[in-house]
């Protein structure tokens, strides 16, 4: 028997003086991407956008539905948006935030499962890791190598016939 271990680095940037000016401009992309939700149930507003390798940044924000499931989360929005309109363009890096208008989000927002699972399969169409940048209203912003650290052990096309 053998355990293996599963590790995933993150830069954690304790303020937002220490971010890069790239990446904070990505994260307000985001930001104004939330203001954008459509949030009528749960009030919860997320944004996320997306830097392409073509210098194209696409947004996406949560889309919400009188039936629960039919709704979409901001990541999912965003990724079907960038990979609709530049289907041969990898995904560079990903800034996701969020905006909780009772209690302000001192954390970085953690994007679901489903979300994790449709940008890996961006990262391995492409062949190239999707950086991703998650940040709360106020607090750490984190900084993760690629989805794949996000959801490690992942289901992938290679399994399939
Ligand atoms: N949501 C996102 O848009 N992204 C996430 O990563 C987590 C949750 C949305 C879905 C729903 O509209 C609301 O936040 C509450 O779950």
């Known amino acids: 028997m053998k355990t293996i271990s599963l590790e995933s680095k993150i830069i954690v940037y304790e303020s937002r003086d220490e971010i890069p000016s790239d990446i904070l401009r990505l994260i307000g992309e985001a930001e104004e991407a939330a203001k954008r ?14 830097l ?25 929005t965003a990724a079907f948006a960038a ?5 041969e363009v990898p995904f560079s890096r990903i800034a996701v935030t969020a905006i909780n208008p009772v209690t302000p989000l001192k954390v970085p927002v953690s ?13 391995q169409k492409f062949g190239q890791p ?8 106020e607090g750490p912003v984190y900084h993760l190598r690629c989805i794949a650290d996000l959801l ?10």
């Not at 990979?83 to 289907?87: F, I, K, R, V």
């Not at 994790?116 to 990262?123: A, C, D, M, S, T």
């Open 37 to 50: 939700a459509y949030a009528a149930y749960s009030k919860f507003q997320v944004g996320a956008a997306i």
């Open 111 to 123: 994007p679901c499962g489903s979300c994790r699972q449709v940008l890996y399969e961006y990262e």
């Open 152 to 161: 490690p052990y992942t289901f992938h096309a290679g399994f399939l016939p």
């Open 130 to 137: 999707i950086e991703v940048i998650l940040s709360g209203q």
């Open 52 to 76: 392409m390798n073509n210098g194209k940044v696409v947004t996406g924000s949560n889309q919400e539905n009188a039936v629960y499931p039919c709704g979409l989360c901001a990541e999912r």
């Open 83 to 87: 990979s609709a309109l530049y289907p």
